[in-house]
């Protein structure tokens, strides 16, 4: 432990090449940051519009890429995985909620059964148990749920938002890949100390999307402190047409 697979999020093509120049050796694409880079809301982002925004991530980087397909759009498991192979990706998150509902364990583990059979070996499926976000929080009630999707095939469990403190219970629960969040606002390990916790997997979310939001907000600041006055830029011959 303590080395686990670091995939930075990147919510479109200039950003997946940064961090592949970075050395990153794989990324996971953040529903969330897709869906502001598009003018969504989180999880209102169309299916169509979602699978295109990630075919041009995979279009531009030659290191493997995994897609966060909230809980599938509705999509039958065979259509799910055509349109993800199409977008050229190696894998997808997948998670157990739907509207901030959980989702019956039972029922969610035969879809996941489902898209495993569809996807054979072709997609790697990280399993999202959502009990810390949208449920009562209980590490043995996502530890049984882990269980189930885990029997239906899912290659690794993603306990979204799941104390730190609580990681090496869901490690020693849980068999297989474990996925953690790792924050970037100094207030949770670092992605080796998660590692260190027991997780295997690290992704951000949509924290390196607020990150980059929030420094294009203090560069936005810096130039509008430049300007003498609002009317200044208005006066601005960049702002006059002909005739």
Same mark, same amino acid.
């Given at each position: 432990?303590?080395?686990?697979?670091?995939?930075?999020?990147?919510?479109?093509?200039?950003?997946?090449?940064?961090?592949?120049?970075?050395? +990153?050796?794989?990324?996971?694409?953040?529903?969330?940051?897709?869906?502001?880079?598009?003018?969504?809301?989180?999880?209102?982002?169309?299916?169509?519009?979602?699978?295109?925004?990630?075919?041009?991530?995979?279009?531009?980087?030659?290191?493997?890429?995994?897609?966060?397909?909230?809980?599938?759009?509705?999509?039958?498991?065979?259509?799910?995985?055509?349109?993800?192979?199409?977008? &050229?990706?190696?894998?997808?998150?997948?998670?157990?909620?739907?509207?901030?509902?959980?989702?019956?364990?039972?029922?969610?583990?035969?879809?996941?059964?489902?898209?495993?059979?569809?996807?054979?070996?072709?997609?790697?499926?990280?399993?999202?148990?959502?009990?810390?976000?949208?449920?009562?929080?209980?590490?043995?009630?996502?530890?049984?749920?882990?269980?189930?999707?885990?029997?239906?095939?899912?290659?690794?469990?993603?306990?979204?938002?799941?104390?730190?403190?609580?990681?090496?219970?869901?490690?020693? &629960?849980?068999?297989?890949?474990?996925?953690?969040?790792?924050?970037?606002?100094? $207030?949770?390990? $670092?992605?080796?100390?998660?590692?260190?916790?027991?997780?295997?997997?690290?992704?951000?979310?949509?924290?390196?999307?607020?990150?980059? /939001?929030?420094?294009?907000?203090?560069?936005?600041? /810096?130039?509008?402190?430049?300007?003498? $006055?609002?009317?200044?830029?208005?006066?601005?011959?960049? +702002?006059?047409?002909?005739?």
């Amino acid at each position: 432990m303590g080395d686990p697979l670091v995939l930075p999020g990147p919510w479109d093509a200039a950003g997946a090449r940064v961090f592949a120049a970075a050395g +990153f050796p794989a990324l996971a694409t953040p529903s969330a940051g897709v869906a502001a880079s598009l003018g969504y809301a989180d999880g209102a982002t169309p299916a169509g519009e979602m699978f295109a925004a990630v075919a041009r991530i995979t279009r531009v980087v030659d290191v493997p890429v995994s897609a966060d397909v909230e809980g599938g759009y509705g999509l039958a498991p065979k259509e799910l995985v055509e349109r993800l192979l199409e977008a &050229g990706v190696v894998g997808c998150n997948i998670e157990d909620s739907d509207r901030g509902v959980l989702k019956d364990p039972q029922e969610h583990a035969e879809y996941l059964a489902e898209v495993r059979s569809a996807a054979a070996d072709r997609l790697f499926v990280n399993a999202r148990v959502d009990v810390f976000a949208h449920g009562d929080g209980d590490p043995g009630r996502a530890i049984e749920r882990a269980a189930l999707y885990v029997a239906a095939g899912a290659d690794c469990i993603y306990p979204i938002l799941a104390p730190v403190g609580v990681l090496p219970l869901l490690r020693s &629960g849980i068999q297989g890949p474990l996925n953690a969040l790792a924050r970037l606002d100094g $207030s949770g390990p $670092s992605p080796a100390g998660l590692g260190e916790l027991g997780a295997t997997r690290i992704t951000f979310g949509p924290g390196l999307h607020h990150r980059a /939001t929030a420094a294009l907000t203090e560069i936005a600041a /810096t130039l509008r402190g430049q300007c003498r $006055s609002t009317r200044d830029v208005q006066d601005s011959h960049c +702002f006059h047409t002909e005739g």
